[in-house]
């Protein structure tokens, strides 16, 4: 396997994270390498915010060494038009969003790889569009209109310690990889999925890799019933659990940066 492979393959999740200093260098490193992702037309339509400050990254949600927090942003390529004389238009305003959230997350994930080779570790959250939003903005002063905290990317070197990652799950047959033409899962392929979820050496969601204990058939029963809040359709659950909408706001926050229209 050659070193690029070798720095995907050993890419995890890591939520605890040491004392020890990025060193300036190495972070620009990081930065100067994920500008380099493809990007629609070389518009980057983004902007990554460096945050440094501890408090400012435990108001976010998380903390590590260094925070990234990874923007779809048109505020750039609008004042630069308007700077040479021309009228931005935002007409495409979903497709805008779409397009410029490629840019971004691609840059974002760029971001992990750079870190990766060179031995910094990452977490990836949208914690960003837990609760309050505006906190977001308020904290990083980001432009109110056509611009959205997308993603943010923890950084740090991990407290080995601490890890509690084991494994790497991921499916990679039927129903993700479709070769030649989209393949809807039938039943038996569907029950194949389940097992391969329940596989101890997957190890799939590493925060609730307790499951097994509490008393489930799958781990799936699990995800589904206790992090996603579904409900069984016979209804046995149907007075008991409730799903808890976690991000009640970032429909309303699209709409009042510009991306989504009032309906
Ligand atoms: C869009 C996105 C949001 C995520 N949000 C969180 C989060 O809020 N908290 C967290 O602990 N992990 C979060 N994760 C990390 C995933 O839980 C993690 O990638 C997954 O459990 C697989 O673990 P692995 O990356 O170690 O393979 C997020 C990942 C992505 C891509």
Same mark, same amino acid.
């Given at each position: 396997m050659n070193e690029t492979l070798k720095t995907i393959e050993s890419l995890r999740t890591v939520r605890s994270f040491s004392e020890r200093d990025i060193p300036d260098e190495k972070l620009s490193r990081i930065l100067n390498s994920c500008v380099k992702a493809a990007s629609a037309s070389a518009r980057q339509t983004y902007s990554i915010i460096v945050v440094d400050d501890k408090s400012v990254m435990k108001e976010i949600g998380y903390t590590g060494n260094k925070m990234l927090v990874f923007c779809v942003d048109y505020n750039r390529i609008a004042d630069t038009a308007e700077f040479l004389g021309y009228q931005f238009s935002y007409q495409e305003a979903v497709s805008d969003f779409v397009t410029g959230s490629t840019d971004t997350v691609l840059a974002a994930q760029t971001a992990a790889i750079a870190a990766k080779s060179l031995g910094i570790d990452s977490l990836f959250t949208n914690?960003?569009?837990?609760?309050?939003i505006d906190r977001i903005y308020k904290l990083l002063n980001l432009?109110?209109?056509?611009?959205f905290p997308l993603i943010a990317l923890i950084l740090g070197y991990a407290d080995e310690s601490k890890l509690k990652t084991t494994g790497k799950g991921r499916l990679s047959g039927p129903g993700v990889i479709h070769y030649g033409k989209y393949h809807r899962l039938k039943e038996e392929e569907i029950n194949n999925i389940v097992l391969e979820y329940d596989a101890?050496? +997957?190890? !799939?969601?590493s925060l609730i890799?307790?499951?097994?204990? +509490?008393? !489930?058939?799958?781990y799936l029963d699990y995800f589904y019933e206790v992090w996603c809040g579904f409900l069984k359709r016979d209804g046995e659950n149907e007075t008991k659990r409730k799903i808890q909408d976690?991000?009640?706001?970032v429909e309303k926050v699209l709409v009042k940066a510009g991306f989504l229209r009032e309906m």
């Open positions: 914690c960003l569009h837990r609760g309050n432009a109110e209109k056509y611009c101890v050496e +997957k190890h !799939y969601l890799a307790g499951w097994r204990d +509490k008393g !489930y058939g799958h976690q991000y009640p706001e």
